[in-house]
């Protein structure tokens, strides 16, 4: 051990590492957001030049500055939060109930073939219907508020992420089981260190999955009779013939969509470290 008051050249190396590793990290995702930019924001300035020339009219499709206004107004005004904060807790706990069942009932049949056997093809039944059908029967049997929108929008989370863990679980390679086994690993050690890292890359697309269409089912949750959200905001949208505020609200549920996602990708990128894959998802 080094001195107090000694400098300790490895310690001093090892941070600089980790620092000059921390700064390439987050260059290489500034890059990548900035690149992601380009397209959209290249789109938006042509049509806005478009618009601006006369050459297209934009009666239906409002100019990118038209509906920037609006995104400002409703955020001055403090309507553009709440939607968001409301949009986002249906989200939330319809993704958590619908993420935890799926996980649990997918870990189930994945690794009994008598449980996959017995249950999977109702549920591949059930995946088959679409996410509108459901809605009259939540109403009914939930009422119109928002028990109703949290069962629907789990609904549409549970299938995905059901789907990508029994498969994952079902197709871990035997030979790494059997490694396992050579070792006499406990049940417990056998799930910690074998099969939670061998499924941990697909359950994490699975939950990106399910979180995408959490986003999706929760615009026919919202239309159900909600008066905050932007689903709502669509709705109101199309019953005044705004079709800035319509756009606006769409703008919102892709930024907020996108801010989930990155948030899901980064929270589960230190589980993923030990990865050495040719290219890794982001």
Do not use: C
């Amino acid at each position: 051990m080094s001195e107090a008051g000694t400098l300790d050249p490895a310690r001093d190396t090892a941070s600089d590492t980790r620092t000059t590793s921390a700064r390439r990290r987050f260059a290489v995702s500034g890059s990548t957001f900035l690149l992601g930019l380009i397209l959209p924001v290249s789109t938006a300035l042509a049509y806005e030049a478009a618009f601006r020339l006369g050459l297209v009219q934009a009666r239906l499709l409002p100019p990118p500055s038209k509906i920037l206004v609006t995104l400002w107004d409703l955020a001055r005004s403090g309507e553009l939060a709440t939607h968001v904060g409301a949009t986002t807790l249906r989200v939330l706990l319809g993704f958590g109930l619908g993420s935890l069942a799926g996980m649990l009932l997918g870990a189930l049949t994945g690794s009994s073939p008598t449980a996959r056997r017995l249950l999977d093809p109702t549920l591949q039944a059930l995946r088959a219907i679409p996410s509108l059908a459901w809605v009259p029967l939540f109403i009914l049997w939930l009422g119109i508020f928002e028990n109703s929108k949290i069962a629907l929008i789990a609904t549409g989370v549970f299938f995905p992420v059901y789907l990508g863990v029994m498969a994952a679980i079902a197709n871990v390679d035997r030979k790494i089981v059997e490694v396992g086994r050579a070792f006499r690993l406990s049940r417990s050690a056998m799930a910690r260190r074998v099969l939670l890292p061998a499924i941990l890359p697909d359950f994490v697309v699975a939950l990106r999955s399910g979180l995408g269409l959490g986003f999706m089912f929760v615009v026919a949750a919202e239309i159900m009779g909600a008066s905050e959200g932007l689903g709502y905001l669509l709705v109101d949208g199309q019953q005044l013939g705004k079709p800035d505020q319509i756009l606006a609200a769409i703008i919102a549920f892709a930024i907020l969509g996108k801010f989930g996602d990155w948030l899901l990708v980064a929270g589960s990128k230190p589980f993923l470290s030990w990865q050495d894959s040719h290219s890794r998802i982001s």
